[in-house]
């Protein structure tokens, strides 16, 4: 598992460095980066981080992804977020969640 970090949508504001337990990501020249891709065992904290949508994660063969890629987005909303899982030929899956309504026990 690993993930893959978009330069030209990255602002380097280091806040998926602060989150990740394995401390992989660092900011070099303003922009983040993976130090030790093979350790990332996809905790998935700094997709959640990141506003502008700059990490992507792979979805491995070993957990049926086949090569496609998860994105988190939040909604202008402030209160739903999106999954959204896009496979190789381009096909996505959407998932939304209300975060409200989400935590409720
Ligand atoms: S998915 Fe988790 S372990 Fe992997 S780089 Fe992101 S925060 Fe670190
Ligand atoms: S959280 Fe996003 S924008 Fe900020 S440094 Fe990390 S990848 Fe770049």
């Known amino acids: 598992m690993s993930i893959f970090i978009d330069r030209?949508?990255?602002v380097g504001c280091g806040k998926c460095a602060d989150v990740?337990?394995?401390?992989l990501l660092k900011i070099t020249d303003?922009?983040?980066v993976i130090r030790h891709p093979e350790d990332c065992w996809g905790c998935?904290?700094?997709l959640k981080e990141c506003k502008v949508e700059a990490v992507k994660f792979f979805l491995g063969a070993d957990i049926g992804g086949r090569g496609s890629t998860l994105t988190y987005t939040y909604g202008d909303d402030n209160?739903?977020?999106t999954w959204k899982v896009i496979s190789p030929d381009k096909v996505e899956r959407?998932?939304?969640i209300d975060t409200q309504?989400?935590?409720k026990y």
Request: hydrophobic share 25%.
């Open 94 to 96: 959407v998932i939304v």
């Open 8 to 10: 030209n949508k990255c």
């Open 20 to 23: 990740c337990p394995g401390n």
């Open 44 to 46: 998935t904290s700094c």
């Open 30 to 32: 303003h922009k983040a």
């Open 101 to 103: 309504k989400s935590n």
């Open 79 to 81: 209160r739903t977020v």
